[in-house]
């Protein structure tokens, strides 16, 4: 397991009347090298799980446990918590929103200053990372205030690669993308999947969640209410969580219903449910 949340409880404005309770002892385990889905309704907890997962907050009670780091209630030393920054990176919702320099490549070399490298050297990471995300050496000069949206955010996801993380966490990545944009930004996500890293993603898209995701976490009023595979979670009652079942899967559960040999666990996306239908004499 790459991260284990243990009895985690966290509460905003402590000790005033406004005190909010975000997590209220949670535990659950997120698998190495796989894309897990966190999702949940508005208010359940989810930005403030994930900002736990590299040290932006801190746990009241319980502890986070990601690869060899460890967040607890007490305050770390700096030095470990800069580590654990490089190893769990966040991409926030909307990130384009923080760009600020004059051209995209200084922009993306912006974050590895802080961990000491030179101008040139940061650069030529920066030209790296933004290969990754499909910007090629004609975005390297332009204003980041000049690009599209969806480009705004590749630049914003490269700014984060740069520093070459082995946890990635993306916050809504494709909220307010056109279908092209998201496309995009969804199988660059898998690219990086598959070169190892471990992802997570927060999102309110049940589709996102049935094609791209291997495992999933729904939060309910600050409480852990599921964990498992996509598949697990759209066969359930989910009238609780206020989630809809994609129709593609609904169409799955129908044929199986009427006595055809579907297996469930295995429909991601229509072309799964083809070969599967094709199978059938
Ligand atoms: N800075 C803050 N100060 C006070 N309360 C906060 C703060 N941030 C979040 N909360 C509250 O904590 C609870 C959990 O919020 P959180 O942002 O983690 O939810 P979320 O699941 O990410 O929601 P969304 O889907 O809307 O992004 C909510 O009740 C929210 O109002
Ligand atoms: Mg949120």
Known sequence: MAIKINDVSFSYLKKTPNEVKALDHVSFEIPKGKITSIIGHTGSGKSTLIQ???????????????????????????KRIKDLRKHVSIVFQFPE????????????AFGLKNYGLKENESIEKAHLALKEVGLDKSFYKRSPFELSGGEKRRVAIAGILAIDPEILILDEPTAGLDPKGSELILNLIKELNRNGKTIILVTHDMNIVLNHSDYV???NDSTLSFKGTPSELFTRDVSNYSIEIPELFKFALLLKEHQLNIDIEKIKNVDDLINQLKEIK
Request: overall charge negative; proline content about 2%; cysteine-free.
């Open 52 to 78: 736990m997962l590299n040290g932006l907050l801190l746990p009241d009670s319980g502890f986070l446990e990601i690869d060899d780091f460890k967040v607890t209630s007490e305050k770390r030393k700096n």
């Open 217 to 219: 976490i729904v939060l």
């Open 97 to 108: 929103y923080q760009l600020f320099e004059e051209t995209v490549e200084k922009d993306v």
